[in-house]
């Protein structure tokens, strides 16, 4: 003899059945965000600790462009010394900031150098960058502190890299730089494997986003 189920029970089941499934996906989503908020720690920290190089060159030209890498051999080859002292990015923003003149002055003197008389002009900025690779480096999108040099109309394509920490060294000579000297390795990471944290980031972006207009 079969026995029918009450319907109250049956109610009380499928609710618990709910509340478990609530239960899973709250806690999917309180890990998924304790990660993302790693993760945005981590991408903060990266912007705070690196000073980038930029080399704006003034058109796409063949001739331009391999100015453009004559200008960053000189720079980081005479330019490079002010920094090696700099023990945080701090020390390196302050060391930018007062040898900015020498900095153009190096660019300004290889470009006649080279026979042009294109205008030179360096400049501290703090902008946004997209993502960019250098060698085995991925730096993610951000806004970073950066020295630019700006060659001629400044409109062909550019050339970036990381001033402090040195990671543009090897650009100009054949000496390496140890990152795990100046990274964590939690950036280290970020930096040579960014594909494990596009994602991440980009739920970051999105909640910081949401959380804005939530509070408008």
């Not at 200008?71 to 002292?85: C, H, I, M, Q, T």
Request: aromatic content about 10%; proline content about 3%; overall charge negative.
């Amino acid at each position: 003899m079969n026995r029918q189920i009450p319907a109250h029970t049956l109610t009380e089941v499928s609710y618990m059945k709910k509340m478990e499934i609530a239960g899973i996906i709250g806690m999917a989503a309180a890990l998924l965000i304790s990660s993302v908020g790693q993760s945005e720690s981590v991408h903060e920290s990266l912007e705070e600790d690196v000073l980038r190089l930029h080399i704006l060159a003034n058109s796409d030209s063949m001739e331009d462009q391999q100015l453009k890498y004559t200008v960053r051999d000189a720079v980081l080859e005479k330019g490079s010394v002010y920094f090696e002292n700099a023990a945080s990015q701090e020390d390196a923003k302050n060391t930018a900031k007062g040898c900015l003149q020498s900095i153009e002055e190096i660019a300004r003197e290889t470009v006649a150098q080279a026979g042009y008389d294109y205008t030179v002009n360096a400049e501290f900025v703090t902008m946004a960058f997209d993502e960019r690779t250098y060698e085995e480096v991925t730096l993610p999108a951000g806004v970073y502190d950066a020295i630019r040099i700006n060659i001629g109309s400044a409109e062909g394509q550019n050339w970036w890299c990381v001033m402090y920490p040195p990671l543009c060294i090897p650009a100009a000579s054949d000496e390496d730089v140890n990152m795990e000297q100046y990274f964590t390795d939690e950036e280290s990471e970020m930096l040579r494997e960014p594909q494990k944290f596009r994602y991440k980031l980009k739920c970051a972006e999105w909640l910081k986003k949401f959380w804005e207009e939530v509070c408008e």
